[in-house]
T-cell receptor, first 110, second 115 residues
Framework: RKEVEQDPGPFNVPEGATVAFNCTYSNSASQSFFWYRQDCRKEPKLLMSVYSSGNEDGRFTAQLNRASQYISLLIRDSKLSDSATYLCVVRGPSGQNFVFGPGTRLSVLP | GAGVSQTPSNKVTEKGKYVELRCDPISGHTALYWYRQSLGQGPEFLIYFQGTGAADDSGLPNDRFFAVRPEGSVSTLKIQRTERGDSAVYLC?????????????FGPGTRLTVL
């Protein structure tokens, strides 16, 4: 089993739709969790950190379930500019390495 | 201020050659990471530096890969006897320190092609 797995995608949704991405991780001792966004042929950029209590930033909501080793990202009212690959990232128990999932590609269509 | 920079942006080399990839982190960032990313995959961790020392090199695929950060700032990833399978985008990232929620800032990457 891979350390971090994500919905394979791609997700093609119309503007204004709500879309949810799922991510699971295998190491229960993982320390911290993130969602990064990567545009085509660009570097990844932090979208949001994922805290145990869940957190929201505008149209984006992230949730963490440590018991199930599951992380989610919800995007409401999708915009064309949300089209990108979304990477789930888990920081390992040592705190010294980060494991990226394979990413889920989102295309928001007009 | 300047972000993370990487040079060269593209590197084409022949199988068996030696290459060096450079990363210049954000000033003051003590943590530096190298990743490589193949098409359609997420970045794969290679090595992490805290200051001058390699705190975790568990992701280096074999002994052809080596990285240094002699003064705790600029880092160089060195690949000996390159193979076609080494072709990928090599990404460098830095963060302010090792706080568990510290953001990593990525450079634009070096696209390595081994012919």
């Amino acid at each position: 089993r891979k350390e971090v797995e994500q919905d394979p995608g791609p997700f093609n949704v119309p503007e204004g739709a709500t879309v949810a991405f799922n991510c699971t991780y295998s190491n229960s001792a993982s320390q911290s969790f993130f969602w990064y966004r990567q545009d085509c042929r660009k570097e990844p950029k932090l979208l949001m950190s994922v805290y145990s209590s869940g957190n929201e930033d505008g149209r984006f909501t992230a949730q963490l379930n440590r018991a199930s080793q599951y992380i989610s990202l919800l995007i409401r009212d999708s915009k064309l500019s949300d089209s990108a690959t979304y990477l789930c990232v888990v920081r390992g128990p040592s705190g010294q390495n980060f494991v990226f999932g394979p990413g889920t590609r989102l295309s928001v269509l007009p | 201020g300047a972000g993370v920079s990487q040079t060269p942006s593209n590197k084409v080399t022949e199988k068996g050659k030696y290459v060096e990839l450079r990363c210049d982190p954000i000033s003051g960032h003590t943590a530096l990471y190298w990743y490589r990313q193949s098409l359609g995959q997420g970045p794969e961790f290679l090595i992490y530096f805290q200051g001058t020392g390699a705190a975790d090199d568990s992701g280096l695929p074999n002994d052809r890969f080596f990285a240094v950060r002699p003064e705790g700032s600029v880092s160089t990833l060195k690949i000996q006897r390159t193979e076609r399978g080494d072709s990928a985008v090599y990404l460098c990232a830095s963060s302010l320190d090792v706080g568990i929620y510290n953001e990593q800032f990525f450079g634009p990457g070096t696209r390595l092609t081994v012919l």
